[in-house]
């Protein structure tokens, strides 16, 4: 069996043949488009042992209820499944990143341990699929891109025990050479899992892709500091509870904007209690902020409402109810904007 070549097998770790237990839980669906062969629609999800599972969609009656259910809410809500074009196509549980603390640009290596399952390749016909321990090696780049391109397509849960909709992110990752790519082949389809905690926290797994995203976008931010201060008003109120968490985004025109919003975001966190600002390009501001969001308390106090004015009081943003993450625009130039809510007002200065 051909592993991708970017994946290593734990040494100590045999490769062991898949159960083939059905999905008890559906967390992504997809159909596979090969070249000279019928597309094929898969689900993925554990199974009751908490292994990561895949199986065809059809015939529908060897799924379990509750795995029909959820593919049926997802397509109502969100439409067919996406259609991949591969000829050989790998799963893999992630449990596990470790990225070099001194290498911290979009090209540099992050390693994630988990669990290969594969490959879906139609050559294996009825074989039973391999599972594998080991690491894939990609770049902060690769996840970035796969979690941003993924967005749309994340699998959405409707959790009855917390009564509000969650999603399972998913990332499309180069297993190996481009030319392998260009082919179909060595891809590798990642789930960020909560192993142990899944039960605690529900169907979902937005939490841990928020920390993902957290720990690479931070580590990117090592360049000098500019002329700008923290709000050290405004980010004690988030921490004493007066505020509900807030995460505000610097959005950049160009990737060399990006660069100098990545300084000042960076300047921004440096004295607060915690990290409040994020700095990403404006083509990806419509999807990341959703990411990042997961980060925070889903509970906003009722009534904590606020306003954003600029230097001339001038007001920039309304909100009945602060939103997880708050997005406005200020005019160029401006050198401070101020929060307003409950009764009291937290400036911050831009420059």
């Given at each position: 069996?051909?592993?991708?070549?970017?994946?290593v097998?734990r040494?100590?770790?045999?490769?062991?043949?898949?159960?083939?237990?059905?999905?008890?839980?559906?967390?992504?669906?997809?159909?596979?488009?090969?070249?000279?062969?019928?597309?094929?629609?898969?689900?993925v999800?554990p199974?009751?042992l908490?292994?990561?599972?895949?199986?065809?969609?059809?015939p529908?009656?060897?799924?379990?209820?509750?795995v029909?259910?959820?593919?049926?809410?997802?397509?109502?809500?969100?439409?067919?499944?996406?259609?991949l074009?591969?000829?050989?196509?790998?799963?893999?549980?992630?449990?596990?990143?470790?990225?070099?603390?001194?290498?911290?640009?979009?090209d540099d290596?992050?390693?994630?341990?988990?669990s290969?399952?594969?490959?879906?390749?139609?050559?294996?016909?009825?074989?039973?699929l391999?599972?594998?321990?080991?690491?894939?090696?990609?770049?902060?780049?690769?996840?970035?891109?796969?979690?941003?391109a993924?967005?749309?397509d994340?699998?959405?849960?409707v959790?009855?025990?917390?009564?509000?909709?969650?999603?399972t992110?998913?990332m499309?990752?180069?297993?190996?050479?481009?030319?392998?790519?260009?082919?179909?082949c060595?891809?590798?389809?990642?789930?960020?899992?909560?192993?142990?905690?899944?039960?605690?926290?529900g169907?979902?797994n937005?939490?841990?892709?928020?920390?993902?995203?957290?720990?690479?976008?931070?580590?990117?931010?090592?360049?000098?500091?500019?002329?700008?201060?923290?709000?050290?008003?405004?980010?004690?109120?988030v921490?004493?509870?007066?505020l509900?968490?807030?995460?505000?985004?610097?959005?950049?025109?160009?990737?060399a904007?990006?660069q100098?919003?990545?300084?000042l975001?960076v300047?921004?966190?440096?004295?607060?209690?915690?990290?409040?600002w994020?700095s990403?390009?404006a083509?990806?501001a419509?999807?990341?902020?959703?990411?990042?969001?997961?980060?925070?308390d889903?509970?906003?106090?009722?009534g904590?409402?606020?306003?954003?004015?600029?230097?001339?009081a001038?007001?920039?943003?309304?909100?009945?109810?602060?939103?997880?993450?708050l997005?406005?625009?200020?005019?160029e130039?401006?050198?401070?904007?101020?929060?307003?809510t409950?009764?009291?007002?937290?400036?911050?200065?831009?420059?």
């Amino acid at each position: 069996m051909a592993l991708p070549r970017f994946f290593v097998p734990r040494a100590s770790a045999a490769p062991g043949t898949d159960t083939g237990n059905p999905v008890a839980l559906a967390i992504d669906t997809f159909a596979i488009d090969r070249a000279g062969a019928a597309s094929e629609e898969w689900v993925v999800g554990p199974d009751d042992l908490g292994l990561l599972s895949v199986q065809p969609v059809e015939p529908a009656d060897r799924l379990l209820p509750y795995v029909r259910s959820a593919l049926a809410v997802r397509e109502v809500s969100r439409g067919p499944a996406r259609v991949l074009a591969a000829q050989s196509l790998h799963l893999f549980e992630v449990l596990g990143t470790n990225r070099t603390p001194d290498l911290p640009g979009l090209d540099d290596p992050v390693q994630l341990y988990g669990s290969l399952l594969g490959p879906l390749a139609p050559a294996r016909g009825s074989e039973p699929l391999v599972r594998t321990e080991g690491q894939l090696t990609v770049s902060r780049g690769d996840i970035l891109q796969a979690l941003i391109a993924g967005a749309d397509d994340a699998f959405v849960h409707v959790d009855s025990t917390t009564e509000r909709s969650t999603r399972t992110m998913h990332m499309l990752l180069p297993g190996g050479r481009l030319e392998q790519l260009a082919k179909g082949c060595d891809l590798v389809l990642a789930y960020p899992a909560l192993g142990a905690h899944a039960d605690a926290v529900g169907p979902g797994n937005e939490i841990l892709v928020a920390q993902i995203l957290y720990e690479l976008l931070t580590a990117m931010g090592t360049e000098a500091p500019l002329d700008a201060s923290f709000s050290s008003e405004l980010g004690q109120a988030v921490r004493d509870g007066g505020l509900p968490p807030l995460s505000l985004v610097l959005a950049a025109l160009s990737p060399a904007g990006e660069q100098a919003a990545r300084r000042l975001a960076v300047q921004l966190n440096a004295s607060g209690p915690r990290p409040l600002w994020r700095s990403l390009l404006a083509e990806n501001a419509r999807v990341v902020p959703q990411l990042l969001a997961a980060a925070v308390d889903q509970a906003t106090p009722a009534g904590a409402g606020g306003s954003i004015l600029d230097d001339n009081a001038v007001p920039l943003r309304l909100c009945e109810r602060l939103p997880r993450v708050l997005e406005f625009k200020v005019p160029e130039g401006t050198r401070a904007f101020t929060l307003v809510t409950n009764g009291k007002r937290y400036r911050q200065r831009l420059q």
